[in-house]
């Protein structure tokens, strides 16, 4: 019997949680340079392409820990040393059966421990999700947002919305996010700040749970609040 994407993934996922307990060493490693983990969109169907132009820089947001601006974020695959899933996610990918890539999709939306993929989004609402300003939640673990620079065909859209991100769209990243894609930080992430604070007549009335499904919206509320940074 030949089994599922989803059936080899948790089989995965179940060997490393223990090999963990059994004291195997998890370490971070990235032996991938951005060309590595850029797509072949010639082989991947159109649907899933970010941009038509597969050359062209796109902005995109990513709710995560404050402090990475310098290194870069690693997708769960790589956080934990399992190099190879992430040249088998993008196999998976580029051969372009749909119904394997709509698991794929459905189980990196689920929170598997060792996505190859990371999560970015065109709107900084819905990034805001990701990076929340409660004080209680800032206390457990400090996160802000990341404005990102890169290739349209270093990622894919998750054209099935498994994410259920809407217009604002959910961008998945091979990989890792190299320094150098970085372009700006979020400063202050507090509630004053969330991109998700609505007013009215300029007084601040009530800060969104999530962003507006329908939102086209790609600007962040103040731009004087953010890090440009110099690459």
Request: charged content about 25%; overall charge negative.
């Amino acid at each position: 019997m030949i089994e599922s994407l989803r059936e080899r993934i948790r089989e995965a996922s179940w060997e490393l949680m223990l090999n963990r307990l059994n004291g195997e060493p998890q370490l971070p490693t990235n032996p991938f340079s951005p060309d590595d983990l850029t797509f072949d969109y010639a082989r991947v169907p159109s649907k899933y392409h970010a941009s038509t132009n597969h050359e062209k820089q796109i902005i995109l947001y990513k709710g995560a820990p404050r402090g990475y601006e310098n290194q870069g974020l690693l997708s769960m695959a790589l956080s934990k040393g399992v190099v190879d899933h992430v040249t088998e996610v993008r196999g998976i990918i580029e051969n372009g059966e749909d119904s394997l890539i709509l698991e794929l999709f459905d189980e990196h939306t689920s929170y598997y421990s060792h996505t190859a993929l990371l999560s970015a989004t065109f709107n900084p609402e819905e990034a805001q999700v990701f990076a929340p300003t409660d004080p209680w939640v800032r206390r457990k673990e400090d996160k802000t947002i990341y404005q990102i620079r890169i290739g349209a065909n270093r990622c894919v859209v998750d054209c099935y919305d498994t994410g259920n991100c809407g217009s604002n769209k959910e961008l998945l990243i091979l990989g890792a996010i190299f320094p150098e894609e970085i372009t700006a930080v979020k400063i202050i992430n507090d509630d004053k700040h969330s991109e998700l604070l609505e007013t009215r007549n300029g007084i601040p009335r009530i800060i969104r749970w999530h962003a507006d499904k329908n939102s086209t919206n790609r600007n962040v509320k103040d731009p004087s609040n953010w890090m440009y940074l110099s690459r």
